[in-house]
């Protein structure tokens, strides 16, 4: 059964991974670079323009953030990484806030990297990449802001991607909706597996 997107509700968020909520759900995970589009596509997949917050400066948001699906699955919006003014304290606290996530053992389904199609993979991006891997936890590419590049240029470069991490990453845009349908069969059939 798809999920009603339009039920959806902000929980809270949280600059301690240790005090998130008891209660455990499916989690899908969106992690990214700081102006990624994780806001965006959190926005976009709820059909709601200002539901997540979208900072005017990235790297601003230091918080996981918690969504409520249809009352059947947590959005998990980490800190983005990345962004070159914050100091060397502040990117540490950040790591330590997403690892510390990592290993409270949730109900963690699905992370959503996001990468700037424009740019391709950073340093960072492959960092985070070989994280996942580590982790072995099911994730899945989706090459944001493609409604800023030519069709062919967004095809060359989720070609580039997919091969580079080994997945089967998608073309996405909070503008025009490209990728909303994939990203959202990618959610249920993998919330949906470990379900009764």
Not at 28 to 38: I, L, M, P, Q
Not at 114 to 131: A, S
Request: net charge neutral; glycine share 6%.
């Amino acid at each position: 059964m798809p999920y009603n997107y339009n039920k959806a509700d902000f929980l809270c968020s949280y600059f301690d991974a240790k005090e998130l909520p008891l209660e455990k759900k499916p989690e899908v995970v969106f992690v990214g670079r700081s102006n990624a589009g994780k806001s965006s596509m959190i926005n976009k997949l709820v059909n709601r323009k200002k539901f997540a917050y979208t900072s005017s400066k990235p790297g601003k948001t230091a918080a996981i953030n918690y969504f409520s699906i249809d009352n059947s699955i947590y959005i998990v919006d980490l800190p983005g990484y990345g962004f070159a003014q914050r100091s060397k304290t502040e990117r540490r606290g950040w790591g330590s806030l997403i690892e510390t996530y990592f290993a409270l053992g949730r109900d963690m389904r699905l992370v959503v990297l996001l990468i700037d199609i424009r740019h391709g993979p950073t340093e960072d991006d492959v960092m985070m990449y070989e994280y996942l891997m580590s982790k072995t936890v099911p994730f899945c590419v989706a090459a944001t802001k493609s409604d800023k590049v030519s069709k062919t240029a967004a095809k060359e470069m989720v070609e580039s991607i997919s091969e580079q991490f080994g997945v089967n990453a998608f073309a996405f845009s909070s503008e025009n909706g490209e990728g909303v349908d994939t990203l959202k069969a990618i959610i249920e059939d993998l919330t949906e597996a470990k379900d009764d």
